[in-house]
């Protein structure tokens, strides 16, 4: 069954969108590498560089009807990077708040007329500090 879940951008304007609750994809990562450094004396030397984790979440976002290619554009234009917005995917008590960074569209069904009237769009939104909004 298909529920109503909201995108947020930049604590403004709303976009609603369709979410299949049986997909919901979260990604952690950090570390520790070690970096050369430059001129050292006496054999090789190296500095430690501790990446902070950052989560990932990934969600299919399902679009009907005959203004699914703006609702999709829409979105997309949310990858434009000379102007970072904040978005919160928000879903029942799930509340996300992070920056999109990548997005995969499937049209899957056309009018007569060649328009997509049934799309999906696999967003990725990586996690921000509530501090940076």
Same mark, same amino acid.
């Given at each position: 069954?298909?529920? !109503? =879940? &909201?995108?947020?951008?930049?604590?403004?304007?709303?976009? !609603?969108?369709? /979410?299949?609750?049986?997909?919901?994809?979260?990604?952690? =990562?950090?570390?520790?590498?070690?970096?050369?450094? =430059?001129?050292?004396?006496?054999?090789?030397? /190296? !500095?430690?560089? #501790? &990446? !902070?984790?950052?989560?990932?979440? %990934?969600? #299919?976002?399902?679009?009907?009807? $005959?203004?699914?290619?703006?609702?999709?554009?829409?979105?997309?234009?949310?990858? $434009?990077? %000379?102007?970072?917005?904040?978005?919160?995917?928000?879903?029942? #008590?799930?509340?996300?708040?992070?920056?999109?960074?990548? =997005?995969? &569209?499937? /049209?899957?069904?056309?009018?007569?007329?060649? /328009?997509?009237?049934?799309?999906?769009?696999?967003?990725?939104?990586?996690?921000?500090?509530?501090?940076?909004?």
């Amino acid at each position: 069954m298909m529920t !109503k =879940a &909201v995108l947020r951008i930049n604590n403004n304007s709303i976009i !609603k969108v369709q /979410y299949n609750p049986s997909s919901l994809h979260f990604s952690c =990562a950090s570390g520790v590498f070690l970096q050369k450094k =430059a001129g050292g004396i006496g054999g090789e030397q /190296y !500095k430690q560089i #501790t &990446v !902070k984790g950052n989560t990932e979440l %990934r969600v #299919t976002l399902v679009f009907e009807g $005959d203004k699914v290619q703006t609702q999709i554009k829409e979105i997309l234009s949310l990858l $434009d990077k %000379r102007k970072v917005e904040t978005v919160t995917f928000q879903w029942g #008590t799930i509340s996300f708040c992070g920056e999109v960074t990548g =997005a995969n &569209v499937i /049209y899957k069904m056309f009018h007569p007329l060649g /328009y997509p009237i049934r799309g999906e769009i696999g967003l990725t939104i990586r996690q921000v500090e509530i501090g940076g909004l």
